[in-house]
Each structure stands twice: as structure tokens, then as C-alpha cells.
């Protein structure tokens, strides 16, 4: 198995450690402080109730999570290094001497520096060729977009290499082709930074009145467009072009004390904590930590649906989750059918629940409507064969709930195929958190042309793979619930 080590157990450190063991890294802490696993426990538990919420296929299983205080122990052996460290140069040189005299030469080491160049890291190394920059954002266990910044001396075949274990960990790796000071992103935070420090100290705004700006304005914008693509549509069907036009002019006006820094008084920063406390004090940090993770998991998981911005990234990730499972294969893949099959393996996201705390009843049928059409694509009736004209639609449903699933917990549907001939299909789902049955959904569906939307007959290849399972499953015994109406009981 792949592993890990992680220099620096703190905010940054412990996101990389939680991203990094939730995708099946065993992981690695070096951290001196005693208590670095206290520390790092709240930033675990945050990640495992919302990073999995952003996928509709389930993560791999955890890896293995140690703690270390010697620097051998830590990184000998390990296929990627990430330092988290203090922003102090000569402390970065320190930890990277130490890592690079007991590392591999080949493993990756990431600095996860907001402001330092890769060739100052490098600096004085022993293999300046394996340092890089690897700049994330916070929560990095959900946050897709990591700065990859190389300086001439990186070796080119470990930054690819490096941005292919990225995506894998879902994570939008974005090549900064020049080397800069903090990068790329961070230069337009510090401007904003700097802008809005000025228009609470000259009285314009408060902190709370300069957060509503940006949440109820052009942060929701950014989200989904970016910058430039927002004043792209700006300009109407004449796009930047006229964008430009219209509001360039005003790149010369006094709008903003950008090359003017306001001085960090005493009584700058008491009015914006204070300001910051009136604002948001009646939240504690972790339920501040907890609406965030939760209002991010919803807009990536809209931007997801659409396949949209890091929504697109998720899918991707997904898509990579699936392959090699039984979740992306073909009946034909599965040498052996004489079971119910796994049509759904995913974790139940923060958005599924409802006042009681657990998945409410209009979930429990969109995953039994995910193995049906899971169950579907694996007999070739997919998105390829239903653009040619055929379908099956669902005549009928029934659930019964028997247990219930929380937020977070790992939901497995297996589907047994109580008919499967001619223009009928029968499935009946289990799901299952471990051993523990959740809840039974039965399927009624019939094949449909869509051009007639009458029952037609399915094509002969869909025939062969629902004959071989149908044939398969014949031997079960009929499951518990099955056939039952509404209200019946054994």
C-alpha cells in the first residue's frame, strides 16, 4: 500500500494526513508535539463526515494512520512527503535536510508553502530536483485545487508524476508555469485582503458588511466561473471584447489603495477583532468548521451534478473509484453471478438527512433507483444503448424501511433478479450498512421503446446478460419481503 508522511500536524498538515488516509494511504505524522494526535483528531473527524458526502461511490477503505517523533522512522520507505512547517525559510531548510537524508530519492516531497518559491526551498538541498511546490487550500480534505509549482531544477517526470497521485486523490492539480512569490491564488486573496483591511479602517465597511459583499455577490460567481469567465458574460453576446471596452477605462480610477497598505496598529487589528467577534462570536469554531464543510459539500455536489468546475474534478475522481470494481463492470466481467449483485457503494452524504438525523424516505429510493439503473448499465442497457431508442421504465415500487442509516455511513445495495424475460424486469435490492440490513427496495420495470413509449422487446445482447443472471439468481430463495403490500407483516 501506498503511504504518506506528513511534517507538520497542524490546520494544513492534518487536511493533506485526512486526504491522504480517506483515499488509502497509510500516513505517517512527524510531529514532536506530544500532543499531535489530539490535535489532529477533530480535523479527522470533520473530514470523514463531509469528504465523503461529495462522492456517490464510496471511498476506499481507510488506511493506516501513525504517529511519529523521529524523522527517519517517519519517511523511510514512503512514496510522498509533505511539509506543512511554519513559514520560516530557515525552518523549511531544516526539516527538508532532515527529510532528504533518510527519504527515498525518488519519493515526491511537496511543500505546502503559501508564499515560498520552489528554487528558495531548494536552496542548499541534497536533491534539489525532488522539492516542490504543492500549495493547498483549506479544508484541503475538501478543497480541489492544489498549486504544483516546480523551479528549473525540478525534475519535470516527478512533478507529472506527483499531479497524477493528485487526481487520484481527487484534487484539481494546476501547474504554475513560472515561478512567482505565493503563487498564483494567494496574490488575488492578498489583494482583496489588503482592499478590505483599508475599507474597515477608513470606516467604509465592517467586517460582517464587507463578508455579505463577497458571499452574496461575486463569491458565488467565482465558484462556478472564475474571474475572467464572469467578465466574460459581463459583456452580453459582445463578450470581453466589450467587457473590456466598457470598464477597462476605469483601471485608472481611484478605486483602490492596492500600493497602499494600512499600518498594523493596535487599534487596526482591536477594531477588527472586534468587528469579527460581533459578527460571527455566537458560533463556536467548530460549528463554524461544520457549516462551512456542509455548505461546501452542497455546492460541489451542485456544481457536481452538472459536471461543472471542481464538480467535474469529483466526477472524475469518481470515475476512478468505480473502474476495476464491480461497480464499472460489464455482466461479462463477472465470472460469477450466482449471487446478488453490488450495484451501490457509496457513503451516505451530510445533504440525504433530515430532522431525525438520519436518511430520509426520498433517498432511500434514489439509491434503489441508483442500483436499478446501476443494474441496468451492467446488462447493456446504458447511456450508449438507451440513446439508440430502448429503455426499461419502472411500473412499480416498493420499500420497506427496517433500520436507519446516519450521515456518513457506508451503504452497500445488492440486487437479486427475481425475473428477468422478455419485456420484464424484477429486481429486488437489499441495503446494507456491514451486516446490518437498512432497508428492502423491490422493482417492477418494463422494457420500453422510446419511440412508441409502449413495452417493446430489449435487444438480443441485454437478453443473453439478463438470461445468464436471471438463470443464476433462480436458484436463490426468495427474499424476505418480497411480494409484500403495504402494511403486511410476517
Known sequence: MTTAAIIGGGVIGGGWAARFLLNGWNVRVFDPDPEADAKLAPVLAQARRALPSLTDVALPPEGVLTFHNDMAEAVSGVDWIQESVPERLEIKHAVLASVQAHCPPDAIIGSSTSGFKPSELQRGAARPGQIMVCHPFNPVYLMPLIEVVPSPQTDLALVEKAEGILRTLGHFPLRVRKEIDAHIADRFLEAVWREALWLVKDGVATTEEIDEAIRMGFGIRWAQMGLFDTYRTAGGEAGMRHFMAQFGPALKWPWTKLMDVPEFTDELVDLIAGQSDAQSGHMSISQMLAARDDNLVGMM????????????????????????????????????????????????????TDYNGHMNEARYLQAFGDATDRF???????????????????????????????????????????????????????????????????????????????PSEPSPAIVTALDRIAAAHADLPMPEGAGRAVGQRP
Not at 468505480?322 to 466481467?333: I, K, N, S
Not at 463477472?334 to 451501490?344: C, F, G, K, R
Not at 446488462?379 to 433500520?403: K, L, M, N, P, Q
Not at 436507519?404 to 455511513?409: I, K, P, Y
Open 301 to 352: 455536489r451542485a456544481l457536481k451534478a452538472n459536471n461543472w468546475g471542481a464538480g467535474a474534478v469529483m466526477n472524475a475522481h469518481e470515475a476512478a473509484l468505480r473502474e476495476g470494481t464491480v461497480l464499472g463492470a460489464h455482466a461479462d466481467d463477472l465470472e460469477d453471478v450466482s449471487a446478488p449483485i453490488l450495484t451501490v457503494r457509496r457513503a451516505v452524504p451530510l445533504d440525504w
Open 376 to 454: 441496468m448499465a451492467l446488462i447493456g442497457c446504458d447511456a450508449e444503448y438507451i440513446a439508440t431508442g430502448g429503455s426499461y421504465f419502472t411500473a412499480e415500487t416498493h420499500i420497506r424501511h427496517v433500520d436507519e442509516a446516519l450521515a456518513g455511513a457506508t451503504i452497500e445495495v445488492r440486487t437479486q433478479v427475481l425475473v428477468g424475460a422478455g419485456k420484464k424486469l424484477h429486481l429486488f435490492h437489499e441495503m446494507f450498512e456491514g451486516d446490518r440490513l437498512l432497508a428492502t427496495g423491490e422493482h417492477f420495470l418494463l422494457h420500453v421503446s422510446l419511440e412508441t413509449r409502449r
